[in-house]
């Protein structure tokens, strides 16, 4: 099963028996701190769920586009 952002706000709805809006408003909170650790460069860990770290991608290398059978008109 995927678990998306969806059915975490209606599980934690469900289980604190709190609206839609208020749940989204706590998983939300949760997703921007995480990210906001993440973009100062520090790892996140999250006992019993899981472990997150922000990685530099180095830039992709591009090819030039090879056009057959000539000029497009």
Sequence with gaps: ????????I????NR???SKSESSR????V?????TSLSNG???LISGFGKFS???KSSAKGKEP??????AT
């Design 1 to 8: 099963m995927t678990l998306t952002k969806d059915h975490l």
């Design 10 to 13: 209606s599980s934690i709805g």
């Design 16 to 18: 604190l028996g709190i």
């Design 26 to 29: 706590i998983v939300e909170s």
């Design 31 to 35: 997703v921007e701190t995480v990210k």
């Design 42 to 44: 520090e790892d996140v």
């Design 54 to 56: 922000g990685e530099e």
């Design 66 to 71: 090879c056009y057959r059978g000539g000029l």
